[in-house]
């Protein structure tokens, strides 16, 4: 039911992404009462919908690693749980490397990751084209192959958890925008939004890329900065031949590809995007992947460009996620700034968060995501962003 707000609640997430929708299926599904989720516009129209839908557990965190790990095990069987396809291919994920600090990087998150029980392993660039055949090893020094790892459409995923999170209890409301909060004595007494007033305790921010903007609304600041990131689906392309792709990314310049029906999805940063919620394409992007394909991928350049998009990363100053209480709110939990991995941790990160609220000991340690880093000076910056 859209634009119907309760008079209270026991909790309130705020976004109706695979956070926040994966934080109220987990707090219904503990028992919690009264879950209100609220999401300004649709389910997943925020960052999820635009996400290029990659899984992986190749990091260089050793948290990152761990909630990575625990959210693959949750999608391999995500249709059992939630009676849900998503449309998962775990065609592993490989990472091109032409810089010697690069391979130097890869080669120690390997071992990190090797210790954490995540199989990854580096390989030689003739071994890399043998599994991504369109790619051209030109420079390349090595390449860091995990099996495990793919890619699903967020879209379904959404839809599980949003589902699940009714059938438990959590209510959803939707076009339903957060405008305000009422804070008495450092405790959250309710929530503004243009369909009234939610009396509640606790919170959960899950906003993505509005985050910044959300937490201020309860005088709780969270460097969290949108960053717009474009995505091209192409027609077929000559030589990718029938094997299945992996998800190939050409760490250096961050272009990188997977099937998608009976093309290529293909995206790449933009070395000079500015900060701002723009949701727009600019074409002047295509330059600079036009570039970066003829370097790294060239026969994608003779494939038809049929479709494409822009979406928002959730970006922080380390590249690594908040998660965590606010120390001076302690009805405030948050869950945001995740940098472009947001969705495939969204299973986890919804445990996670849960256990926040309920007052209990996550699964994972997130201490090192707590936003006091940067007061800090602790925090230890994700290398693998893409």
Wanted: aromatic share 6%; glycine share 12%.
């Amino acid at each position: 039911m859209a634009n119907v707000a309760p008079s209270g609640a026991n909790v309130v997430v705020i976004g109706g992404g695979v956070i926040g929708l994966s934080t109220a299926y987990q707090l219904a599904a503990a028992g919690v009462r009264d879950v209100v989720v609220l999401e300004q516009d649709t389910l997943g129209s925020g960052s999820t919908s635009k996400a290029a839908g990659g899984l992986r557990a190749q990091f260089s965190d050793e948290v990152n690693i761990a909630l990575a790990r625990r959210s693959l095990e949750v999608f391999d069987t995500f249709e059992q749980r939630f009676d849900q396809p998503i449309d998962l291919h775990k065609v592993g994920y490989l990472f091109l490397l032409d810089d010697a600090q690069d391979v130097a990087d890869f080669e120690a998150a390997v071992a990190l990751q090797n210790s954490l029980d995540v199989p990854s392993e580096m390989i030689e660039p003739a071994q890399a084209k043998a599994l991504s055949p369109l790619i051209r090893t030109d420079g390349l020094l090595a390449a860091s192959w995990h099996a495990g790892d793919g890619h699903c459409a967020p879209e379904a995923v959404v839809q599980g958890y949003a589902r699940a999170a009714r059938r438990a209890g959590a209510r959803i409301i939707t076009g339903c925008a957060v405008i305000g909060a009422e804070i008495k004595d450092g405790q959250i007494r309710a929530v503004l939004t243009r369909a009234g007033r939610i009396a509640t305790e606790q919170v959960v921010c899950a906003a993505g890329a509005w985050s910044g903007g959300v937490a201020e609304l309860f005088g709780v600041h969270l460097p969290v900065e949108p960053l717009r990131r474009q995505i091209v689906c192409t027609g077929p392309v000559p030589g990718r031949g029938d094997r299945a792709t992996p998800m190939t990314i050409d760490f250096s310049t961050s272009f990188y590809f997977h099937d998608e029906g009976p093309g290529l999805l293909v995206g790449m940063s933009d070395p000079e995007e500015t900060v701002g919620i723009k949701l727009g394409r600019d074409d002047g992007w295509l330059t600079g992947l036009a570039a970066a394909v003829e370097r790294r991928a060239p026969r994608l350049a003779e494939a038809e460009l049929r479709s494409g998009w822009a979406g928002l990363y959730e970006m922080t100053p380390d590249h690594n996620a908040l998660i965590g209480i606010a120390a001076d709110l302690p009805g405030f939990v948050y869950a945001t700034g995740f940098s472009g991995h947001g969705f495939l941790m969204g299973p986890s990160v919804g445990e996670v968060a849960s256990a926040l609220v309920r007052g209990q000991s996550p699964v994972i340690d997130v201490t090192s995501l707590d936003v006091a880093r940067f007061a800090r000076g602790d925090h230890q910056p994700e290398k693998h962003i893409v």
